[in-house]
């Protein structure tokens, strides 16, 4: 249901206090879902923070394996950028898969329960291939011991005393497949069968399979909304070319179209949408453009809008970030010709050319205005966001821009939402990082399979690489740059990538290293060195390490060493603003349904956390949350 046609019944309730003019990472927690801002903030979920052991792996299983807030196997991968390689574009970020794309199958499942358990810190984790099944699992080390997870076939040996085995257990005890199937254990799978297959099947470990670093991070601005769907908004996914033939177009087609479950019983949802729209005003009757404007050289707000301060030139520069990826409305599912409306920009301007960026401003296209109007799918679909520059040419009040709306759509997992039960749900409203930090983020993910796109983000590149080396592109030592945004520093960092390792028992010989250094690259510091068991079944792996500067700083340097090999980098870079921000409110509106009939609340938060409460007489059926902050347009 759209929430256009929903007849709201409107609660407006103000929370004391002062909030930023602009919204970091702005969220509403509810009691039934976890803060899947990132693992450290799942990781504190009710359910399991106090637990420890076998109970606590346990529970997770249970939330992830659950219908309504479960991950689940698609038959078809996740896949961004243009890497050749599926190895370095298939998702298996955990955050990503929580929030955004929910679905996979259990080469994405796996790395995935792997990742979790990994970034929770419950403790040391695998990817299991179990090739003769074609099937591959998650194994988690704590007690002195290893334990199986499934999150594709739906499976954990769990014992009446409610301790957990491994899957080496599991291959030697035939009491733990006793049964009976259940939708934590086996649901669909003849379980006699399936025990021999794992009996007979050969194993492999692989280390780091997972991706990581991704966060839920964006700001909401003044004259900003975002409304996210549990239901699809027409027919709007990640629409990679991977998904143009085969099976995979099979699964997108089959009713309701687009990505899905493969077993309908195992979720309630599909996927969801989300819509940004960014209305500044621009007059000087308002501080939207001060207040939200990324960076800005001679020009300034006047009485019919953003004119030049001075007769010449001058531009302003606007950023479309996203904690979900940007998609478009698809048009015929074997090609991405005809796909729009990812990002719609529209502007009421004179003497204003538009460009964007997909690579943090080191390189600009221009974009050409139709009747006004400028749709930017070609640039950003598949990506989480770019940079828009305004250039102005000419005089004061004759180079104008008097209007701009931008337009973004997103793709998301529904089961993440802060989603409402009968009776009455307390919710809490919640900014920043996993530091409490109002923070934003620069982000760098190569395509090494152009040399020009990994290249363009160092400052000292490796003297071995060849992109057309598919598993060891870069080799030895190069040091890459990250630079904060303009006004802003790097207060933390989350650096790593696609390494190329040994295998079997040469695997502990790999030797790749990251290093970093601040203001300039000079006296690096240590924080990475590739540990990889003896036993490694696959030349790749990933790694992602976090950092916490002492005083953020606005450049930092990241020397990575090739040993054998790098392939990608993923770098996130969260940054502080040095400026103060005014203090306005957040609009939060909440739509749902009790027995078909539609139902609404309005919060109103003025400051940066706050809690209120949501009854539903009925079982709810949740629409839609919109998170919005007004402009601060004076008349």
Partial sequence: MRLMSLIPLTLVLALRGAALAAEYAPRVLSPHNADAYSMKTFARFHRWKDLTGDAKVYEIYKYLADRRTGIFPMGAGAWEGKDVMYDYGYIRDPVKMINVYSCGYCDMLGPTAEGIMKGMGIGPARTVNLPGLHHVVAEVFYGGKWHYLDLDLRAVFRRPDGTLASLAEARKDPSLWKGPNTPLFFPLDNLPNTRRSYADSPVEHRYGVNMGGHTMDYVLRRGESFVRWWQPQQDRWNHHPSYHQGAKLGILNRPPKGPKGKHASWSVYTHGNGR????????????????????????????????????????????????????????????????????????????????????????????????????????????????????????????????????????????????????????????????????????????????????????????????????????????????????????????????????????????????????????????????????????????????????????????????????????????????????????????????????????????????????????????????????????
């Avoid at 139902?599 to 009854?615: A, F, H, R």
């Fill in 276 to 635: 940004f729209i960014y209305r500044p005003d621009l007059t000087d009757k308002s501080e939207d453009f001060a207040d939200s404007r990324y960076d800005a050289e001679n020009v300034q707000p006047g009485p019919q809008g953003l004119t030049l301060r001075s007769a010449g030139t001058g531009y302003a520069v606007f950023e479309v970030r996203s904690p979900y990826v940007i998609v478009p409305r698809v048009g015929k599912y074997e090609t991405t010709e005809d796909d729009t409306e990812a990002c719609v920009v529209k502007m009421d301007a004179e003497a204003a050319e538009l460009s964007v960026s997909g690579d943090n401003g080191l390189t600009w296209k221009k974009v050409d205005l139709v009747d006004g109007r400028a749709d930017l799918t070609r640039h950003v679909a598949g990506t989480y966001g770019c940079l828009l520059k305004i250039a102005l040419k000419g005089a004061p009040g004759q180079a104008l821009v008097r209007s701009l709306e931008v337009t973004t759509w997103v793709q998301l997992h529904p089961a993440s939402l802060p989603s409402l039960g009968k009776g009455v749900n307390g919710m809490h409203y919640v900014t920043g990082d996993h530091y409490g930090l109002a923070s934003r983020v620069v982000e760098i993910r190569t395509n090494g399979s152009d040399g020009r796109d990994f290249l363009k983000y160092l400052s000292e590149p490796p003297k071995d690489f060849d992109p057309s080396r598919k598993s060891s592109r870069a080799k030895g030592r190069f040091v890459a740059k990250l630079q904060a945004p303009p006004g802003a520093k790097i207060a933390w960092f989350s650096a790593g990538g696609n390494f190329q390792t040994h295998q079997a028992g040469q695997a502990p010989k790999t030797n790749n290293t990251m290093a970093w250094a601040a203001g300039e690259p000079k006296d690096f510091k240590p924080f990475y060195k590739a540990d990889i068991p003896a036993g490694q079944a696959h030349w790749h792996y990933n790694a992602d390490v976090e950092v916490k500067l002492e005083k953020p700083v606005g450049r930092v340097y990241i020397e990575y060493v090739g040993n054998p090999g790098v392939n990608n980098l993923r770098i996130y870079a969260h940054c502080l603003e040095d400026r103060p921000r005014p203090a306005t409110p957040v609009v939060i509106t909440h739509c749902w349904t009790e027995k078909g009939a539609a139902k609404s609340k309005t919060v109103t938060v003025e400051k940066d956390e706050g809690s209120y409460e949501i009854v539903a007489e009925e079982d709810p059926v949740d629409v839609s949350i919109e998170l919005s902050v007004p402009s601060s347009r004076k008349d």
